[in-house]
């Protein structure tokens, strides 16, 4: 819903400001949809459904960068740039419908709580460690940042699992 509506508002934009702004909006629907399209296979498909379902997800994030620019530049060509954006309103209509029609709504009885510790330390170790390992692209900057990085990466990473192997949820 979130992506679909800021496509309308990209498209109906009338200056660059009000463009960027739909755009960042537009972005962070974009960036949940991956992940709760995941969570709900993980969550309502049987184990052996699940390569099946997380294929069917998966497809049209491999299949639009091949199509989008081939497709897009037609459409600016012999429509408008805004068509580029308008194309996602019946596209997101149909994705809605058919969650409405396929997902279940039913919660969990009983939600867990998030597990803070188990979240920052995990984040926290990933982070280290990601931007020690791209440091290593940057000798100039000196060895001793960078290892020291990768190594609170791999400590912070080892009691996150060490936290997460017994918290409860």
């Not at 702004?21 to 991956?34: E, H, I, K, N, P």
């Not at 805004?82 to 969990?108: M, Q, S, T, Y």
Request: aromatic share 10%; charged share 10%.
């Amino acid at each position: 819903v979130l992506f679909t509506l800021a496509s309308l508002a990209c498209g109906l934009s009338q200056t660059l400001t009000q463009f960027v702004a739909a755009r960042v909006v537009q972005g962070l629907g974009s960036a949940l949809m991956t992940p709760v399209g995941r969570i709900l296979v993980l969550r309502n498909a049987s184990k052996s459904e699940l390569l099946n379902a997380t294929a069917l997800i998966t497809w049209p994030a491999l299949f639009a960068p091949v199509v989008g620019p081939v497709l897009g530049g037609f459409i600016t060509t012999y429509l408008s740039w805004h068509w580029n954006f308008f194309i996602n309103i019946p596209l997101g209509a149909v994705g809605l419908a058919l969650v409405a029609r396929f997902i279940p709504g039913d919660r969990e009885a009983d939600p867990k709580p998030l597990d803070w510790p188990g979240f920052f330390l995990t984040s926290a170790g990933l982070a280290l460690l990601l931007y020690g390992l791209e440091r290593i692209a940057h000798p100039e900057d000196g060895v001793l940042p960078t290892a020291l990085l990768i190594v609170a990466g791999i400590v912070l990473g080892w009691l996150a699992v060490r936290h997460l192997r017994r918290a409860p949820h």
